[in-house]
């Protein structure tokens, strides 16, 4: 395929109305060629709804969605073809096995044959999967699973991979295996646009990303500076809600939060403060730790359950 000349996806006001709800409100964003870039977001934030757009699966109410340089809405078949996407949920075929869920899909990218056979088994490899190829569905663990929806969203070698939560609910080995792939897949040119949950994949393997809520996006940004931007370099937890540390936070006038076990401390010089803070109230009850985008996320979304 000829390469776009410009960004791989490229979103403008976009938007998206199940009824009256508003899933996807006017979010701009675009994701450049051979970046890793995420979408994060508490549940119900719109993650899934945006994916679904940029695969073609769900038209905009209003907005300009491109993706590869083609408008979703009138050519949705180039952009299926050089897409790869791993849905949120799994969606194997059960009465298959491995390598026949991997070789019946091919067919839809009219690889048949030899080639087929060959690149399934490629993938297998890839994804630490080989040994199963005569597994049914129903044999292998969730995160056997998983890596074999990646290595499906990877017959056609995708020029964008999508993927909605890749690794949730899995074991930490399964985790890893996935991230070294997708590590691998974007250093070999591949533009990754995922969504996750978890923090850590998200500063591992994302170059930008934007956090959602309520259908709008709230920053976006590199982990990095997110993190530097929102909550400095370092923070202090206090393990105890006691009334006398919440006069002391507020005669110092330090940025904190309150949460029903702990107070965060957060800002600019947060580290020099240690030596006062782990004095006056035992070191421990107190922790001293870098900021993390979790910190971030929590700042900016709230600890408000979110189930839906
Ligand atoms: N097909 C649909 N019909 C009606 N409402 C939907 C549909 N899909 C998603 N929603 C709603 O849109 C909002 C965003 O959902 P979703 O994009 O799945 O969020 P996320 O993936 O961030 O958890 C939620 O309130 C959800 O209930
Ligand atoms: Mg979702």
Redesign the pocket.
């Known amino acids: 395929m000829k390469e776009p000349q410009g960004d791989i996806v490229k979103a403008v006001k976009l938007s998206k109305a199940?009824g009256a709800?508003s899933?996807v409100e006017g979010i701009d964003f675009s994701v450049e060629k051979q970046e890793c870039f995420g979408f994060l977001?508490p549940?119900?934030?719109?993650?899934?709804?945006?994916i679904k757009m940029v695969s073609c699966f769900l038209e905009p109410t209003s907005g300009v969605l491109e993706v590869l340089g083609k408008n979703t809405q009138i050519e949705p078949r180039f952009i299926k073809r050089h897409m790869g996407l791993c849905p949120?949920e799994d969606n194997l075929d059960p009465d298959l096995t491995v390598e026949d869920n991997l070789r019946v899909f091919a067919r839809y990218f009219d690889i048949t044959g030899q080639e087929a056979r060959f690149r399934s088994e490629e993938l297998l490899q890839f994804m630490g999967l080989l040994a199963k190829r005569k597994s049914h569905i129903d044999e292998l663990s969730g995160g056997m699973k998983r890596r074999l929806m990646v290595a499906r969203s990877l017959l056609n070698k995708p020029t964008l991979l999508i993927l909605d939560e890749p690794t949730t609910g899995l074991d930490p080995q399964s985790r890893h295996q996935i991230w070294e792939s997708l590590y691998k897949l974007k250093s070999e040119g591949t533009t990754i646009l995922m969504?996750t949950h978890y923090m850590d994949e998200a500063s591992h393997l994302c170059d930008r990303l934007v956090i959602?809520d309520h259908g709008k996006i709230i920053v976006q940004g590199s982990p990095k500076a997110l993190v530097k931007q929102h909550m400095g370099s370092s923070v202090i937890e206090i393990a105890s809600v006691k009334e006398e540390v919440e006069k002391y936070l507020k005669a110092e006038k330090l940025e904190y939060e309150k949460t029903s076990t702990h107070f965060f401390i957060y800002g600019k010089n947060t580290a020099s403060l240690w030596p006062a803070i782990a004095g006056k109230f035992g070191e421990d009850s107190c922790a001293l730790r870098m900021a993390n985008l979790e910190d971030v996320f929590l700042k900016l979304t709230g600890r408000g359950l979110r189930d839906?």
């Open positions: 199940f709800l899933a977001g549940n119900g934030a719109g993650k899934t709804t945006t949120q969504t959602m839906v």
